[in-house]
């Protein structure tokens, strides 16, 4: 059988806050594979039941629990103990009645937060990639790895609302002003403002968005923006 590459574990010193794990308990921690995420934005599974819900008490409970099956990402299940859960991921486990999503909120990456359980096939993903494939059709790519073949209108930047697990387009959330826009990354994540206006990138600079964060302003890169819709989220985000 071919092995996987890659470490299958990390320094704790080296892991990410957001995890939120002990950094004087044993040397090491299992660390996520490639997979959906970027390493750094993304925690792996066991971790997330063990150190983020605090819903199982070590390691061996973790395993117990994923290799039986009862976990579901995105309404799949998934028996990796490395698989990368990020931004926007659902989480649902068996027997357990709530149902969680990872979004960035008070300055961290991600964290999770109890959803109803009728938005636990709604998910937000950003369009990071367009592709004209075979008679004219478009291929699109997402933030978590999925892409999808779609006549549906879109740029670079907005953000659809899909249905997981098939991935129907639901609809289509642009990058434009006027919208509100929730900040993924930096020392605002997880804030909400509206998207004043667009700057186009230069050689230099990248594409950035004024966005109004109550009674200031701040100007960052487009790619930490995601466009949530017109007054207020469509979907739950706190």
């Not at 308990?25 to 150190?51: E, M, N, Q, Y």
């Not at 020392?187 to 998207?195: L, S």
């Not at 964060?213 to 706190?238: F, N, S, T, V, W």
Request: hydrophobic residues 40%.
């Amino acid at each position: 059988m071919v092995s996987i590459s890659g470490s299958k574990k990390l320094k704790r010193q080296m892991a990410p806050q957001f995890w939120g794990i002990t950094r004087k308990d044993k040397r090491f921690v299992i660390t996520v594979r490639p997979g959906p995420h970027k390493k750094d934005h993304s925690v792996p599974t066991a971790v997330f039941l063990r150190d983020m819900l605090k819903i199982v008490t070590s390691l061996r409970e973790a395993k117990t629990a994923i290799y039986s099956g009862k976990v579901k990402i995105d309404g799949v299940v998934r028996k990796s103990l490395h698989h990368a859960i990020g931004l926007m991921d659902i989480v649902e486990l068996e027997n357990v009645p709530d149902v969680y999503r990872l979004v960035p909120t008070e300055g961290k990456l991600l964290k999770p937060i109890k959803i109803n359980d009728s938005e636990k096939t709604k998910k937000l993903v950003r369009v990071i990639s367009k592709t004209t494939i075979n008679k004219g059709k478009m291929q699109i790519g997402f933030h978590d790895g999925r892409s999808t073949i779609s006549d549906t209108k879109v740029n670079v930047g907005d953000v659809c609302l899909i249905q997981v697990p098939d991935q129907k387009i639901l609809e289509v959330i642009k990058l434009e002003t006027g919208n509100h826009g929730l900040v993924t990354r930096g020392i605002n994540a997880g804030q909400i403002g509206k998207i004043e206006s667009i700057e186009e990138g230069t050689f230099i600079l990248p594409k950035r968005v004024i966005l109004s964060l109550g009674d200031r302003k701040i100007e960052i890169p487009a790619d930490i923006i995601m466009p949530i819709g017109k007054e207020e989220p469509i979907i739950q985000l706190k």
